[in-house]
């Protein structure tokens, strides 16, 4: 290919390349969500409901067993799927807000975020932590207001609560029908067009049918009810007066969040939304780097890594590093430099997911997630590029909340256990600590990690992926913070009640409060050290 049919290549891929996560609270429904996509999307034929979902419960985007004994989805996945010409990567993330730094991490790799809310419910705690981060990022945020087939909150309402409680400006873009308190359709505002549904016989299992209509005719009348066409003419009027006009600009920097209205169980206006939102989402844009923004345009492939999961199918038994192409195109095979440490690395047999089928790619374009084999070169946060230098910035780092001895239960199988915990330190779901600095091959390591479900992930992979049964002995010890200055400092400033003092893999001493009092007044009072919340 020569120079300009490359870059014009390079264009017309980015130009169609959308790449979003979903953020909301448990129960909202975004499995049923990602499995509607993903049958809108033809990469699925019939949605999991079909079977009953108590059967099928983690249907697409789960992988480990401990997550179908516990109802929970742990890890991230990413897929991917074709719609009306857009490629569209879904990264899925953990449902639990245990595994909070796995989701903040993948949302990171994200380009734009939807946020899926009940409508009973609006804004939870778990929506307002994620909207957060991405509010940090400015990344463009959708809402979808899910299971509108039951009746909910006012919409008007909801609106105006999500405009309240999170400081962002809503428009809507679909608006609910709803008729005898039966959910029918929805209006969209942009392209001027009602949609009513069909009630099916598949349950949501496949495609709703889906009737277009003008919105002032007669047909749309008779089909509607003359009752029900002028609630919804006022219902419009109203929003034209007083809700926030579309704002592209405003969309773009996060500001304004365009709001759709349907359910994911009966499909109702999933594909309004998903039309709507793919025009509207963002294509990958300039990321930040040392380097300055990294163009995604530019001829020379950059990525980082942003997850990192080991024996994710035991069939196959090996690590892969989830890699976000930001820049040039991406070619199987291809060597790139790895930053932090200088070194050239071969990226071959890369893969690209869906759920548990993997499938080989040749090649891939920025906004595209990779999974490449990792021999244990690679780390969360690393910058891969053809260019030297170059390193993404902004993958947020976590200070664990939570600590606990982890005892042997068979003392031989020492060289296992710190496998397993080298693992699950590198893929980032926990950090190894030590009672002394020198005590590194000491008898009982402490892990700490962000959130406590960690723990039961950790003693289940232990066990089934190393054949090391553990015991734990939590510690009451929370709140670290990494401390340097003078030795002999350190050591009395740990040394009062209720604080412990231990070391990282790197000896880096930390010391643990179980007070939070004790904590503020220490970090506040205590100025011969310096204290750090996450390792300096
Ligand atoms: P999550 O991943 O966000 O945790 O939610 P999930 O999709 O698992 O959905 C949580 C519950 O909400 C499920 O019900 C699901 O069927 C229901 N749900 C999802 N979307 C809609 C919707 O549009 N309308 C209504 N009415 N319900 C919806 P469940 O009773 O917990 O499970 P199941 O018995 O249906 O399997």
Not at 177 to 185: E, P
Not at 317 to 339: L, W
Not at 408 to 428: C, N, V, W
Not at 449 to 471: I, K, P, S, T, W
Request: charged share 30%; aromatic share 8%.
């Amino acid at each position: 290919m020569s120079e300009a049919a490359i870059q014009s290549d390079l264009t017309e891929a980015i130009r169609k390349r959308r790449t979003f996560a979903i953020i909301s609270h448990p129960d909202a429904g975004k499995t049923t969500l990602t499995e509607k996509l993903l049958l809108y999307g033809g990469a699925i034929h019939l949605a999991g409901s079909v079977k009953g979902r108590r059967a099928a419960r983690h249907a697409t985007s789960d992988w480990m067993k401990l997550e179908q004994e516990r109802g929970i989805s742990v890890t991230s996945s990413v897929m991917q799927f074709e719609y009306a010409g857009y490629h569209v990567n879904l990264l899925d993330t953990p449902g639990h807000e245990d595994f909070s730094e796995d989701t903040y991490r993948t949302l990171v790799a994200a380009d734009s975020a939807v946020m899926l809310l009940d409508n009973r419910r609006g804004v939870e705690e778990r929506t307002r932590q994620l909207f957060a981060v991405c509010k940090r990022r400015r990344t463009p945020i959708f809402t979808f207001v899910n299971k509108c087939d039951r009746v909910g909150e006012d919409p008007l309402k909801l609106i105006s609560d999500v405009e309240a409680d999170l400081g962002i400006l809503c428009h809507a873009v679909t608006w609910p029908i709803r008729r005898d308190d039966a959910f029918i359709g929805v209006y969209d505002r942009r392209q001027k067009k009602i949609h009513l549904f069909d009630r099916d016989e598949a349950h949501g299992a496949e495609r709703v049918r889906d009737h277009v209509a003008a919105l002032d005719s007669a047909e749309t009348r008779e089909l509607l009810g003359v009752a029900t066409h002028e609630t919804l003419l006022h219902d419009l009027e109203l929003l034209d007066a007083a809700g926030h006009p579309f704002d592209e600009q405003q969309i773009r920097e996060g500001e304004l969040s365009p709001v759709f209205f349907g359910s994911a169980l009966t499909n109702f206006g999933v594909e309004p939304f998903l039309a709507e939102f793919l025009e509207l989402a963002p294509a990958p844009l300039a990321r930040e780097s040392s380097v300055g923004p990294i163009d995604p345009y530019d001829d020379k492939f950059s990525g980082f890594v942003f997850k990192i999961q080991a024996n994710m199918d035991p069939k196959h038994r090996d690590r892969i590093a989830f890699v976000r192409v930001c820049s040039g195109k991406f070619e199987a095979g291809m060597d790139v430099k790895q930053t932090r440490t200088g070194k050239t690395l071969r990226l071959s047999a890369p893969q690209q997911f869906l759920a548990r089928e993997r499938t080989a790619i040749d090649e891939a374009y920025p906004g595209d997630v990779i999974g490449v084999m990792d021999r244990g070169n690679l780390r969360i946060g690393d910058t891969l590029s053809e260019r030297e230098g170059v390193e993404f910035q902004g993958i947020p780092r976590f200070a664990p909340e939570h600590f606990t001895r982890v005892v042997l239960i068979d003392p031989m199988k020492r060289k296992q256990l710190d496998a397993g915990l080298r693992q699950l330190t590198e893929e980032g779901a926990a950090q190894v600590f030590f009672t002394s600095p020198s005590d590194v091959a000491g008898p009982t390591p402490i892990v700490g990690a962000v959130g406590q479900l960690q723990f039961d992930v950790m003693l289940h992979r232990l066990e089934h992926e190393y054949g090391v049964r553990c015991r734990l002995e939590r510690m009451a010890g929370k709140s670290p913070r990494w401390v340097t200055g003078p030795k002999d400092e350190i050591e009395r400033v740990a040394r009062s009640p209720g604080r412990s003092l231990i070391y990282d893999v790197k000896g880096n001493p930390v010391v643990l409060f179980t007070d939070a009092w004790d904590l503020r007044w220490a970090t506040e009072k205590e100025k011969s050290v310096q204290w750090h919340e996450v390792a300096p």
